[in-house]
């Protein structure tokens, strides 16, 4: 196109009708006639946006917005990609209520938690900006959307990716469980059996990954190594040990995800011996958690700086600092 200031202003108004004599497109004579003087390259590269443009225009109706159920919708989005988890999250979360969801309900049940809405502290005035009511043990959706998150971390081995959904889900094959559909002729705790000999406690999600002596014991160690400020004997274990919260010198509390990860990590550890009927040791579990952990520092970057900004597990994860 010749740069004219006559050529730039009939270019600026040019549409779609105005570049076809009828069914045929303009020749460069013929653009010249009205007024817009064309090189060779620059007519050739026009045709071939507006005839594009064209058949692009052709296929929808001009004027009239295309719409699909929701079900087509969804079958043109990839399972699991970023897109969709921001669709889900901004319609099912936004429009619902999540503490009456049933997989949060389910998870706070096996957690001895509630769960709470945000809303629901509105009328406080002056609120500090802590997300957990430690003496009413109840913890804030937000935090426990974390918890419930953490297993669609999709570059984490599938075996803990698998462990962690099912725990969320109340899913796992506990002996209780196996007991309960006549699958065990007993529900009582692999671990107890074998370190007491006879034992009458039951094992239960919350046996297993915390009341038990042998897990007791494990937990006990790993707060030792980690110089956490956490003791076993208290209500605030649990949500240590659950969602990842802890405690700052002023007494506030605040999630880390590093935490939330690093026990479930050692749940799945403890989870592993239980299948294979052997006592696990917190050497073993230790061992397993830092391997873990150095190969999710090697894969994500934002992990990497996760655990690398993370104090606590300077003696735990040493090649990480």
């Not at 010249?32 to 064209?54: C, I, P, Y």
């Not at 039951?202 to 007791?216: G, R, Y």
């Amino acid at each position: 196109m010749k740069n004219t200031g006559t050529n730039v202003k009939v270019f600026r108004k040019l549409t779609y009708n105005f570049c076809f004599h009828g069914p045929r497109f303009k020749t460069r004579e013929e653009f010249a006639a009205d007024g817009l003087e064309l090189t060779w390259a620059a007519w050739f590269r026009l045709q071939s946006a507006v005839t594009h443009s064209g058949r692009r225009i052709s296929k929808n109706i001009v004027g009239q917005k295309k719409t699909l159920r929701i079900e087509e919708f969804f079958a043109k989005i990839k399972k699991g990609s970023r897109q969709f988890h921001q669709i889900i999250r901004k319609h099912y979360c936004n429009d619902r209520r999540i503490v009456t969801d049933t997989t949060v309900t389910t998870y706070c049940k096996l957690t001895k938690t509630i769960a709470i809405n945000d809303e629901d502290r509105t009328g406080e005035q002056n609120a500090v900006p802590i997300p957990v009511r430690i003496q009413e043990n109840k913890i804030e959706c937000k935090i426990i959307k974390h918890g419930l998150s953490l297993w669609n971390i999709f570059f984490l081995p599938n075996d803990l990716r698998e462990f962690l959904f099912k725990s969320r889900n109340n899913s796992l094959w506990t002996n209780g469980r196996l007991f309960a559909a006549g699958l065990r002729e007993d529900p009582y705790c692999t671990f107890c059996k074998i370190r007491q000999g006879t034992t009458v406690k039951k094992k239960s999600f919350l046996h297993l990954f915390l009341e038990c002596q042998t897990t007791h014991g494990i937990v006990t160690e790993i707060l030792e190594v980690l110089r956490e400020n956490v003791r076993i004997d208290t209500p605030f274990l649990n949500n240590y040990f659950r969602f990842g919260l802890f405690k700052l010198p002023d007494s506030t509390v605040r999630f880390d995800w590093t935490r939330l990860l690093l026990w479930e990590i050692v749940r799945y550890c403890i989870w592993k011996k239980r299948c294979s009927r052997r006592v696990p040791n917190t050497g073993a579990i230790k061992k397993e958690v830092i391997f873990i952990l150095a190969n999710l520092s090697k894969i994500s970057k934002k992990w990497d700086n996760r655990i690398r900004g993370s104090d606590f597990l300077a003696d735990l994860v040493p090649v990480q600092r």
